[in-house]
């Protein structure tokens, strides 16, 4: 079994949970990984200060993609408050797989557009 | 297996890095078109250069610091006659990427303005591309591209129609292109830009390390290149200008040794090439470079471009073997340099380039410095294996077999 390529981290590339767009949705957000070139967008719907669902599109390695339909799941229902909280620990740990420094970004993309739509600050996850 | 085993130069022992083992594993190294390894007589001339004659040029009336001199002025002209270049008129700056600011800056300020064209190409590195895009919007010109077709080439006819124009003042393109390896015609294109009256502009970087180039039968006005790519030191690159040109320039970077003298108000130019080198030089890495080029000749310019052809018909050869993998670029490896840019289907290229890192492997994967061009082929990224003097078959071979088990781990 591969280290970093698990099952699950296949499975999700290759069959990613809300993967999409739509419309209409209250908040969006798209990120560039400069690394790459890769890009990955989200679109949130919001009801009560919550993500009431949430899609996300673009182009990316198995850990960028992977990363955004592992994060999708837990991200819905959600309290807005609660997702500006989120840091890069909270992704890798989620993820589940030793990542490199220079794979970090790929698997914190998804949350930089995730916290940029929710807060506007797009900074990437510390 | 092809005839490629009698035409590699088999110098990998030149190079100390392959005594490394990275878990266990030997280094198979296909990412020359990023930076090139460095062979011992490198290492050595530079370590010999810190150790042993070390101080600033231009200035010291020493005994060393005369060595210092007489070692940056040698490395000079060795630097330059290395590609037919004169040594007044071959300037070292940091890279390539700053000797073409350096032009955008000195040159393109002063002659290009509104209702001038910068022409350049869709198949860029970000070097010869945002540096006039910069300048463009400065001056209030405009930026126009030649098109990369099918296979990965320029058309001449569109060159004659964007020329015809009018407008065009400067011309700037890569001699080999570092995501398709296409080989532009040079020559054809520098003739047709003098007869147009715009300044031609070309980016050797790819070239200069694999093939032999000779910057007077090119006929540009001015050619960069640059020495890590070319088996010499990082930090050092080389621009061949037209003295004309040069001469009527204004400097790029100000400060100490670019001046002939200084009152408090006003000053005047040092001489060629040293108008264009303000600061202290870098000294080491010449010498460094002198002896990179030193090698190269040694082996031979027409036996390496032999080696990198023979080596890249192989890898275009053995990459067909592998499901899903398309190669980018001209299909004949005489109208490419030493490199590959591929996608395999199903894998992301950065996900290719770990997977066959499990194997050892080093090649790069991304836009690598060409935004605009990955657009033009409609992908976001590609995996990229490029080739050195040290390569040989089974370094190709080693990457087939990884990117067949990486594709197995993806259950492709």
Not at chain 2, 12 to 41: C, H, M, N
Not at chain 2, 147 to 173: H, I, P, T, Y
Not at chain 2, 228 to 245: D, F, N, Q, W, Y
Request: net charge negative.
């Amino acid at each position: 079994m591969d280290d970093l390529y698990r099952d699950y981290i296949l499975d999700h590339y290759k069959r990613p949970h809300n993967f999409g767009e739509f419309d209409p949705h209250d908040l969006e957000a798209l990120e560039h990984n400069p690394l790459c070139g890769d890009e990955l967008g989200v679109h949130i719907r919001v009801k009560d200060g919550r993500i009431e669902d949430l899609r996300f599109h673009g182009h990316g390695c198995a850990i960028s993609q992977a990363s955004a339909s592992i994060a999708s799941e837990e991200l819905k229902g959600m309290e807005l408050s609660e997702v500006g909280e989120l840091n890069a620990d909270w992704m890798i740990e989620l993820l589940g797989i030793p990542v490199s420094a220079t794979r970090r970004k790929c698997a914190l993309l998804n949350l930089k557009a995730v916290r940029g739509a929710v807060t506007g600050d797009n900074a990437w996850p510390s | 297996m092809p005839p490629v085993a009698e035409s590699t130069l088999g110098v990998k022992a030149d190079f100390p890095i392959f005594e490394r083992r990275f878990a266990g594993r030997e280094l198979i190294y296909l990412d020359s078109g990023a930076t090139a390894q460095k062979p011992r007589v490198v290492i050595d001339a530079q370590a010999e250069h810190l150790r042993n004659h070390n101080a600033n040029v231009h200035r010291g009336v020493y005994a060393l610091a005369q060595e210092a001199d007489a070692a940056y002025d040698e490395a000079r002209r060795r630097v330059a006659a290395f590609v037919g270049g004169d040594p007044r008129t071959t300037i070292f700056t940091k890279n390539v990427t700053e000797a073409i600011n350096l032009l955008a800056y000195s040159y393109g300020r002063a002659n290009v303005g509104p209702g001038d064209a910068v022409l350049i190409t869709q198949m860029e590195h970000h070097a010869n591309l945002v540096p006039w895009q910069v300048l463009c919007h400065e001056r209030g010109a405009e930026l126009r591209y030649l098109e990369v077709d099918e296979r990965g080439e320029l058309s001449l006819e569109q060159l004659d129609a964007e020329l015809a124009r009018g407008d065009v003042k400067l011309v700037a393109f890569a001699h080999v292109s570092n995501v398709l390896g296409t080989i532009n015609p040079v020559a054809e294109m520098t003739a047709r830009a003098r007869d147009a009256g715009a300044v031609s502009i070309v980016d050797g970087a790819q070239a200069v390390p694999q093939m032999p180039v000779d910057v007077a039968a090119l006929g540009a006005d001015f050619y960069g290149w640059t020495g890590h790519k070319a088996v010499g030191p990082t930090g050092i690159g080389v621009l061949h200008g037209s003295e004309a040109l040069l001469e009527r320039m204004e400097p790029f970077l100000t400060g100490g040794d670019m001046i002939a003298s200084v009152d408090f108000q006003s000053v005047s130019w040092n001489e060629l090439p040293y108008k264009f080198e303000a600061g202290t030089p870098p000294i080491a890495e010449a010498v460094g470079l002198a002896a990179a080029v030193g090698y190269l000749d040694k082996l031979g310019m027409e036996r390496v471009r032999a080696h990198e052809r023979s080596l890249t018909a192989y890898m275009l050869e053995r990459l067909a073997e592998v499901p899903g993998l398309r190669v980018v670029g001209p299909p004949e490896a005489e109208r490419r340099g030493g490199l590959a840019s591929f996608t395999v289907e199903g894998i992301h290229p950065h996900d290719v380039a770990e997977l066959v890192d499990r194997g050892g492997v080093c090649i790069r994967a991304g836009h690598h410095c060409a935004q605009p061009l990955m657009r033009c082929l409609g992908v976001g990224a590609t995996a990229r294996a490029s080739v050195g003097v040290y390569n040989e078959a089974s370094d190709i071979d080693a990457l087939v077999h990884a990117l067949q088990a990486g594709r197995e781990i993806f259950e492709l």
